[in-house]
């Protein structure tokens, strides 16, 4: 089984066992929402800065790998015309939930991001791309594909995971791994990977979701970091992803 499958499948499980992530708001939350009273997240604890969107009346925005009816009602909310594409059906029928409950129209597509994505080039205006690159090989095709389906001068925000979840056991209180974390290169992270029930996970260095962004063709405008927001390694304060703001260059 291709290991996007295999995470297709972890993540439908996880979403049944109650997983943070699948949790989708409130038609209370909602309504903030429209009336001005909103925060999302691209990493565990600190929200998005508002500035980083603009005003997001009309504007067309892809929720990448962004499943679970926690950010797109909020953008619907706020008048952004959404599509949501992640490879959990459970994660997009929460989506189906939320949009059927609060009656607004949001583009639903079951695909898997590291394939060409099912888009025109230039069709969006901004990207939101929370923590889930974790979960492919390779972040350099993500980042190409970003940059084709927006439009010059849009907008591509993503929540980023470095090394330091990678080294550390269980428990985060001992260094035990080498880096780089492929479990498709080394069957003992398979193995550790299976036996804490985390998918198939890789490592990615800042040069790998720096780098790739700028190779892809975007310039940095702005970046934020956050911790895990519990363990041992929040608990000392060791920051362990970082949210990015980039644009595309308009020609």
Sequence with gaps: MDYTEINSQTIDRWVDEGWEWSIPI?????????????????????????????????????????????QM????????????????????????????????????????MTK????????????FHPVSNCYIKDVYHVFRECHRVLKDGGILLCG?????NYIV??????????????????PDYMKQLKEDDSGVQFSHTTAEQIGGQLEAGFILTDIISDTNGSGRLHELN?????????????I
Excluded at 116 to 127: M, N, Y
Excluded at 160 to 164: I, P, T
Excluded at 174 to 180: D, E, G, L, T
């Design 160 to 164: 980023l995971g470095n090394e330091v």
């Design 169 to 186: 056991n269980e428990d985060e209180t001992m260094i035990v791994n080498k880096m780089p974390f492929d479990p498709l290169e080394n």
């Design 26 to 70: 409130t038609h209370e939350v909602y309504e903030w929402a429209k009336v001005g009273k909103w925060n999302v997240g691209l990493t565990p604890t600190k929200p998005v800065p508002h500035e980083w969107f603009g005003d997001l009346r009309g504007k067309k925005l892809l929720g990448l790998a962004s499943g679970g009816g926690q």
């Design 238 to 250: 060791i920051e362990s992803f970082i949210a990015t703001r980039a644009v595309k260059r308009r």
């Design 73 to 112: 009602p909020v953008f619907s909310a706020l008048g952004a015309v959404c599509t949501v594409l992640d490879y959990s059906q459970k994660q997009l029928d929460a989506e189906r939930t939320v949009a059927d409950r609060e009656g607004y129209e949001i583009n639903i597509v079951k695909s898997d």
């Design 116 to 127: 060409p994505l099912p888009f025109d080039d230039g069709e969006f205006d901004i990207i």
